[in-house]
T-cell receptor
Framework: DAGVIQSPRHEVTEMGQEVTLRCKPISGHDYLFWYRQTMMRGLELLIYFNNNVPIDDSGMPEDRFSAKMPNASFSTLKIQPSEPRDSAVYFC??????????????FGPGTRLTVL | GEDVEQSLFLSVREGDSSVINCTYTDSSSTYLYWYKQEPGAGLQLLTYIFSNMDMKQDQRLTVLLNKKDKHLSLRIADTQTGDSAIYFCAVDSWGKFQFGAGTQVVVTP
């Protein structure tokens, strides 16, 4: 398996533009996570899905952020409109399980977003 | 405070041992993990320990768990330049998988 795939790896955009980040989880993994990493706030969980259904989006910072998972092999995180404070590295991760018990999350390489 | 806390930075000389510390709040956490993030990459599971264990050793890595104090540590023996990375403690805490803020380890020659 190729692991978790994210695209693009780098995105530079101007304030006010729409940004779409993409993720392909590992086949067979029922859980998909979107994280944001910044120097100031560390690693934050934005939202996670179970079997394509959003379970907890309490980490999504604002209505400008939305995430979808139309099928088991694809998810998007959209920011519209983007702002400079959204600049961060966004990670997608997937796992077989979540919650109590052993569960290893597999991370993609991340998308480095810069909003000018 | 945060559910999982770590110191932010550690500098260590090549060949010395590194010790990275983590404290957590949920005493019912059953699995505790250490992830490693190398520059420009995502996080990767390094090792983990089950809560009924006090210690787990894996080659140069030793994980110590003090459940009473809710303290987890990762010791890296004979630290190499390739160990320079950010290390994240993670626990299943309060029904969620919680990561610490990460400890940046810098290995100097």
């Amino acid at each position: 398996d190729a692991g978790v795939i994210q695209s693009p790896r780098h995105e530079v955009t101007e304030m006010g533009q729409e940004v779409t980040l993409r993720c392909k989880p590992i086949s067979g993994h029922d859980y998909l996570f979107w994280y944001r990493q910044t120097m100031m706030r560390g690693l934050e969980l934005l939202i996670y899905f179970n079997n394509n259904v959003p379970i907890d989006d309490s980490g999504m910072p604002e209505d400008r952020f939305s995430a979808k998972m139309p099928n088991a092999s694809f998810s998007t995180l959209k920011i519209q409109p983007s702002e400079p404070r959204d600049s961060a590295v966004y990670f997608c991760a997937s796992s077989l399980q979540y919650g109590p018990g052993y569960n290893e999350q597999f991370f993609g390489p991340g998308t480095r977003l810069t909003v000018l | 405070g945060e559910d999982v806390e770590q110191s932010l930075f550690l500098s260590v000389r090549e060949g010395d041992s590194s010790v990275i510390n983590c404290t957590y709040t949920d005493s019912s956490s059953t699995y505790l993990y250490w992830y490693k993030q190398e520059p420009g990459a995502g996080l990767q599971l390094l090792t983990y320990i089950f809560s009924n264990m006090d210690m787990k050793q894996d080659q140069r890595l030793t994980v110590l768990l003090n459940k009473k104090d809710k303290h987890l540590s990762l010791r890296i023996a004979d630290t190499q330049t390739g160990d320079s990375a950010i290390y994240f403690c993670a626990v299943d805490s309060w029904g969620k998988f919680q990561f610490g803020a990460g400890t940046q380890v810098v290995v100097t020659p």
